[in-house]
């Protein structure tokens, strides 16, 4: 009986130590998957396409982001289990834990890079800006027709197409005129949304204040419904650059005599094609123009414009404007 009592004990102390044993364990993993992981600082990594889990969990040691590649690749493929691990530039936050790496990692969260592309930029200026960013891969691709990209605010990825990129930007711009040709004033004199955007990126590149678009766009309709000439200094400036970039000094007499289909002080009527890429706001102000009878405006020296109805009271709105910028020079000297 003793002997019986004994061995009772021994299995009981046996059985007790396993179980200790596996709780230790069990212990000692969770607070490797859960617990806070090794990292001082933010730390942003690169995981290239094609990487295998031990190689991934080799940067990441390499990095500091964890402890162990070897227990890394073991819970990611025997404990953390889940969809396969993503590539991509990956930013970790100081102390993360592997359970949360690995999460990130599942669910593709990568770094968000943006690029903009400013309202009144023409199509080759928006891709010189494309092809200069050097997060992003590949050609830029075939030059798109003049005025067709959205400038706005883009989220992108490390590697990210830039071919891709001007093709969103292509979507955006189509939508947005889509939507604004659809929401335009009933009576609108504009026959289709293709001379709406030539007639908007016009407006874009006169004022640079959204507010008084719609009556800017007011005075360009109203020339179109007369007869007269636009008469706008960025069509000339297209005409000599090409859309190329800024022309970088006044415009001259020459220029205004130039021989081109953009020289709106020689043809009557839009240009052929837009020359620029118009923001939302001019897109909605040549569908929705002030009401207006002017026929002119020109700058009042403050950033805005004073507009006139008669060529008598634009000539002294340009006078007004001319002694300012001679006061201006002179203080200057």
Not at 59 to 64: F, K, S, T, V
Not at 67 to 77: I, P, S
Request: glycine share 10%; net charge neutral; aromatic share 6%.
């Amino acid at each position: 009986m003793r002997r019986l009592w004994f061995g009772l004990r021994l299995v009981l102390v046996i059985a007790v130590a396993i179980g200790l044993a596996g709780f230790g364990a069990r212990f000692v993993v969770s607070k490797m998957l859960w617990g806070p992981g090794p990292a001082q600082v933010a730390t942003t990594i690169v995981i290239p396409r094609g990487s295998r889990t031990s190689d991934i969990g080799r940067r990441l040691q390499a990095a500091d982001v964890v402890v162990d590649w070897r227990f890394f690749e073991f819970a990611a493929l025997a404990i953390d289990t889940g969809g396969p691990l993503h590539a991509g530039e990956f930013a970790f936050a100081p102390g993360q834990s592997l359970h949360e790496i690995l999460r990130q990692l599942r669910d593709g969260r990568t770094v968000v890079r943006r690029l903009t592309a400013p309202e009144g930029l023409t199509v080759s200026e928006i891709q010189g800006l494309i092809a200069n960013e050097p997060a992003l891969s590949g050609a830029v691709g075939p030059t798109p027709p003049e005025g067709s990209l959205m400038p706005d605010t883009y989220n992108f990825s490390l590697g990210d197409s830039r071919a891709e990129l001007v093709g969103r930007m292509r979507l955006a711009m189509d939508k947005t005129l889509a939507e604004a040709w659809a929401a335009r004033s009933p009576g609108s004199p504009l026959p289709n949304p293709s001379e709406a955007l030539i007639l908007a990126s016009i407006v874009e590149k006169e004022s640079a204040i959204p507010a008084e678009r719609p009556k800017v766009a007011a005075v360009f309709l109203n020339r179109l419904s007369k007869g007269m000439k636009l008469q706008a200094d960025p069509t000339v400036i297209y005409a000599v650059t090409g859309g190329k970039g800024p022309l970088g000094r006044p415009l001259s007499h020459a220029d205004l005599a130039i021989d081109s289909p953009f020289n709106s002080y020689r043809f009557e009527g839009l240009p052929p094609t837009p020359i620029a890429c118009p923001s939302r706001d001019s897109i909605n102000a040549v569908l929705h123009p002030q009401a207006s009878s002017a026929l002119y405006f020109v700058a009042d020296g403050s950033g805005r414009h004073v507009f006139a109805e008669s060529l008598d009271d634009h000539n002294r709105n340009v006078a007004k404007l001319r002694q300012l910028e001679q006061g201006a020079s002179g203080a200057a000297n």
